[in-house]
């Protein structure tokens, strides 16, 4: 059963950065599209950043774009989520995801729906 494991998370100070990870075992990583989302308190689950099988397209949500970089190591088996100039507004718990099915397929997901299996998630504070 594939197994996802969040990393990276803390707390940080306001246009600080910090570099989430993701490592995927017990599953095949490379042949599928990958994901970051994020869980606010109050607030619904919401896509992040999003990334496809080869690395080769990637796509974000407006409020972390020129902020955020998502990135993946097919041969590490990880995903990587760079943030900087971070804002209180980014505090969550971030969750990595992977595609519900393998493809080669060109572009990115960005619905929930399109996910299979998710990690536990990691804290990210962000203080004013």
């Known amino acids: 059963q594939v197994q996802l494991v969040e990393s990276g998370g803390g707390l940080v100070q306001a246009g600080d950065s910090l570099r989430l990870s993701c490592a995927v075992s017990?599953?095949?990583?490379?042949?599928?599209?990958m994901g970051w989302f994020r869980r606010a308190p109050g607030k619904e689950r919401e896509f992040v950043a999003g990334?496809?099988?080869?690395?080769?397209?990637?796509g974000y949500a407006d409020s972390v774009k020129g902020r955020f970089t998502i990135s993946r190591d097919n041969a590490k088996n990880t995903l990587y989520l760079q943030m900087n100039s971070l804002k209180p507004e980014d505090t969550a718990v971030y969750l990595c995801a992977r595609g519900r099915e393998a493809s080669r397929g060109g572009g990115y997901y960005t619905h929930d729906s399109d996910f299979g299996s998710w990690g536990q998630g990691t804290q990210v504070t962000v203080s004013s």
């Open positions: 990334v496809s099988w080869s690395g080769g397209a990637t």
């Open positions: 017990g599953g095949a990583f490379s042949w599928y599209h």
